[in-house]
Nanobody, 120 residues
């Protein structure tokens, strides 16, 4: 049974930074492709960043250059560094264990999410 737990959300002002963490248990972490999604109120969940099992990263255009995804396989933890935040980044951020064939396909393994709120 895969279990996912996200941490690190909070409230910051525009231009601020946060670091999100996602701990994954019950899977072969080092062989997993993992991703961060976010969902703002009234909007669909969107893919933010991907970390493939062979070390590649992908970002949505809206966060490229501001967010950095990384992983520590020894700690079974996925990170997302959020810099230069703006109100448009306000959302619940979720971690997902998925599949990669050049595109990311999410599975049903989700965490509870962590809230990021950016005030102007």
């Amino acid at each position: 049974q895969v279990h996912i737990a996200e941490f690190g959300g909070g409230s910051v002002q525009t231009g601020g930074s946060l670091r999100l963490s996602c701990v994954v248990s019950g899977s072969t972490f080092q062989h997993n492709t993992l991703a961060w999604f976010r969902q703002a109120p009234g909007k669909e969940r969107e893919l933010v960043a991907v970390s493939t099992f062979h070390g590649r990263t992908r970002y949505s255009d809206s966060v490229k250059g501001r967010f950095t995804i990384s992983r520590d396989n020894s700690k079974r933890t996925l990170y997302l560094q959020l810099n230069n935040l703006g109100p448009e980044d306000t959302a619940v951020y979720y971690c997902n264990v998925g599949e990669w064939d050049g595109n990311y396909t999410p599975t049903n393994f989700w965490g509870q999410g962590t809230q990021v709120t950016v005030s102007s």
